[in-house]
């Protein structure tokens, strides 16, 4: 499976953007699909996954009620939508597939896009 991300930007604190991860392959929907994020300085962190019929999600504590993970399997494409966001969610966003479920650490996924760089002003 080859991920790209795209649709990362500048946007002001309680804005919102809409990234989204295109995959290539045929099997993209044995996959499940997760968001991270690194910003300058840390550690790359989980973000939030979807199961491979997208019936279910996970997040992380920290974007909860704001973040959300959709996919379209057919499209080969899973989408993060970012609401309410703040200058603590400045990163590098990456997405990612792993064959397990939920699964939060990175060293849980096999395939890596490229990232796209979200940054929040205040």
């Known amino acids: 499976v080859q991920l790209q991300a795209s649709g990362g930007g500048l946007v002001q604190a309680g804005g919102s953007l809409r990234l989204s991860c295109a995959a290539s392959?045929?099997?993209?929907?044995?996959?499940?699909m997760g968001w991270f994020r690194q910003a300058p300085t840390k550690e790359r962190e989980f973000v939030g996954a979807?199961?491979?019929?997208?019936?279910?999600?996970y997040y992380t504590d920290s974007v909860k009620g704001r973040f959300t993970i959709s996919r379209d399997n057919a499209k080969k494409m899973v989408s993060l939508q970012m609401n309410s966001l703040n200058v603590e969610d400045t990163a590098v966003y990456y997405c990612?597939?792993?064959?397990?479920?939920?699964?939060?650490?990175?060293?849980?996924?096999?395939?890596w896009g490229q990232g796209t760089q979200v940054t929040v002003s205040s």
């Open positions: 979807i199961t491979w019929s997208g019936g279910s999600t």
């Open positions: 990612a597939a792993s064959r397990k479920w939920p699964i939060t650490i990175a060293a849980g996924y096999d395939y």
């Open positions: 392959g045929r099997t993209f929907s044995t996959y499940v």
